[in-house]
Antibody
Framework: QVQLQESGPGLVKPSGTLSLTCAVS?????????WSWVRQPPGKGLEWIGE???????DYNPSLKSRVTMSVDKSKSQSSLMLTSVTAADTAVYYC????????????WGQGTLVTVSS | QSALTQPPSASGSPGQSVTISCTGT?????????VSWYQQHPGKAPKLMIY???KRPSGVPDRFSGSKSGNTASLTVSGLQAEDEADYYC??????????FGSGTKVTVL
């Protein structure tokens, strides 16, 4: 069974940079190629942030594209997310996911990590 | 890229069926057979329930079924059980390698 674990600071100052890492283990990792990041503000719905392939190809949500950078370290089975110039509106639970199949990017989910933007 | 439209809430008694709609446009739901559905219990990560409109991952009860007509996809939960009470989200491929989620529906088992 594929297991994902997000990690990173739970508190980021306004105008700072949010940085998270996701590690994957177990299951048929080699079959799936894409990581995605999804966030959920407290009490609100899900928002797709973007995706990155194991080879480093990226696609981002147009609304966040100017502030998002994703990277991957295939040797460590890890993906990273950076979000710059954060504001209180970026406070959310951040999830990483692995694809279940083509065009089903949110098949396996991490437990999520809450990031609060506050001074 | 606007969120797909779902009703805020739906409910049903145990054993009954409930259907949740997910309305988009011809650029997302209507344009591709890549609609998926997720169940989220409070404080938990979402769980994939349906993918490619009608397919169920292994382990998901066959009480859960999906369909699509035009720009609207639907999730039906038959034989409602107490553990089905959760938030449900749809998602669709939206072209140009982007994805969009629905606004979410809270299902209450009466």
């Amino acid at each position: 069974q594929v297991q994902l674990q997000e990690s990173g600071p739970g508190l980021v100052k306004p105008s700072g940079t949010l940085s998270l890492t996701c590690a994957v283990s177990g299951g048929s990792i080699i079959i799936t190629n894409w990581w995605s990041w999804v966030r959920q503000p407290p009490g609100k719905g899900l928002e797709w942030i973007g995706e990155i392939s194991d080879s480093g190809y990226t696609d981002y949500n147009p609304s966040l594209k100017s502030r998002v950078t994703m990277s991957v370290d295939k040797s460590k089975s890890q993906s990273s997310l950076m979000l710059t110039s954060v504001t209180a509106a970026d406070t959310a639970v951040y999830y990483c996911t692995r694809e279940f199949g083509a065009f089903t990017p949110f098949g396996y989910w991490g437990q999520g990590t809450l990031v609060t933007v506050s001074s | 890229q606007s969120a797909l439209t779902q009703p805020p809430s739906a409910s049903g008694s145990p054993g009954q069926s409930v259907t949740i709609s997910c309305t988009g446009t011809s650029s997302d739901v209507g344009g591709y057979n890549y609609v998926s559905w997720y169940q989220q219990h409070p404080g938990k990560a979402p769980k994939l329930m349906i993918y490619e409109v009608i397919k169920r991952p292994s382990g998901v009860p066959d009480r859960f079924s999906g369909s699509k007509s035009g720009n609207t996809a639907s999730l039906t939960v038959s034989g409602l059980q107490a553990e089905d009470e959760a938030d449900y989200y749809c998602s669709s491929y939206a072209g140009s390698n982007t994805y969009v989620f629905g606004s979410g529906t809270k299902v209450t088992v009466l």
